[in-house]
C-alpha cells in the first residue's frame, strides 16, 4: 500500500511555544490529506481537511488560530500547534489518499505513524 | 454515514479465528462497510472494505448480511501481533471532488486482546 510518513514521532515543547509536525506521502500525490487528534482512550477525531493550493477547511470547534495548517505542495501537509498548552498535549495524526489511480481500489486511506506531543 | 455499533472489547486466542461483529442497521444502498485497526501509538491501517458481498484478502474476510444491516470481520488465524482496536466505519464510497472525499469518522471500536 501507499506509505504516509509523519514527523516527528514524537515532540515535547514547553508551554506558549509553537510545533510544526510534517506529513508526507512518499509514493503517490495526495491533493487531500486529513489531521485528526486522538486523547488517551479515545477514538479519533478530525480537526480539519489540508487542500493542496487552498485553505484548510476546519471541523466545528476545531481553532483555526491555534492550528495552522499548510498544504504547501502534493506530498506535503503540515500542522502547527501555536502556543501550546498542557491541554494540547495528544496524538495527532495525519491521513492522505491516493485519489483514484487504481480503478476501484484507491477507496482507502492511509495513514502517518502519529505524533506524540507532549506540552509541559 | 450511518452509526454503528461496536462491543467495546474481545479477546481471542492465538491462533484461531477472531470474529469482529458490527452493527449497522440504518446503512443505506450506497454505503460500504470499512475496517481499519490501530496497534497501540500508531496510525491507522486500513484492512477491508465491501459493499455486499463477502470479501477476502491477505489480512481477512470481510462478512456482510443479506440484509447488510451487520457485518463481521474475521481474522483467520490471530497473532499476537493483531491486539489492537478495529474500527468499523460505514460510508458512501469516494469519488474524486466529493465533499467527504477520505474523510473518516471514527467511533469506538472493539480492543482485540490476543492472547497466548
Known amino acids: 500500500g501507499a506509505v504516509v510518513s509523519q514527523h516527528p514521532s514524537r515532540v515535547i515543547c514547553k508551554s506558549g511555544t509553537s510545533v510544526k509536525i510534517e506529513c508526507r506521502s512518499l509514493d503517490f500525490q495526495a491533493t487531500t490529506m486529513f489531521w485528526y487528534r486522538q486523547f488517551p482512550k479515545k477514538s479519533l477525531m478530525l480537526m480539519a481537511t489540508?487542500?493542496?493550493?487552498?485553505?484548510?477547511?476546519?471541523e466545528q470547534g476545531v481553532e483555526k488560530d491555534k492550528f495552522l495548517i499548510n498544504h504547501a505542495s502534493l506530498t506535503l501537509s503540515t500542522l502547527t500547534v501555536t502556543s501550546a498548552h498542557p491541554e494540547d498535549s495528544s496524538f495527532y495524526i495525519c491521513?492522505?489518499?491516493?485519489?483514484?489511480?487504481?480503478?476501484?481500489?484507491?477507496?482507502?486511506?492511509?495513514f502517518g505513524q502519529g505524533t506524540r506531543l507532549t506540552v509541559v | 454515514d450511518a452509526k454503528t455499533t461496536q462491543p467495546p472489547s474481545m479477546d481471542c486466542a492465538e491462533g484461531r479465528a477472531a470474529n469482529l461483529p458490527c452493527n449497522h442497521s440504518t446503512i443505506s444502498g450506497n454505503e460500504y462497510v470499512y475496517w481499519y485497526r490501530q496497534i497501540h501509538s500508531q496510525g491507522p491501517q486500513y484492512i477491508i472494505h465491501?459493499?455486499?458481498n463477502n470479501e477476502t484478502n491477505e489480512m481477512a474476510s470481510l462478512i456482510i448480511t443479506e440484509d447488510r444491516k451487520s457485518s463481521t470481520l474475521i481474522l483467520p488465524h490471530a497473532t499476537l501481533r493483531d491486539t489492537a482496536v478495529y474500527y468499523c466505519i460505514v460510508r458512501v464510497k469516494d469519488f474524486a471532488g466529493g465533499t467527504s472525499y477520505g474523510k473518516l469518522t471514527f467511533g469506538q471500536g472493539t480492543i482485540l486482546t490476543v492472547h497466548p
Open positions: 491521513s492522505a489518499r491516493e485519489g483514484l489511480r487504481r480503478t476501484g481500489a484507491g477507496t482507502e486511506a492511509f
Open positions: 489540508s487542500n493542496e493550493g487552498s485553505k484548510a477547511t476546519y
Open positions: 465491501g459493499l455486499k
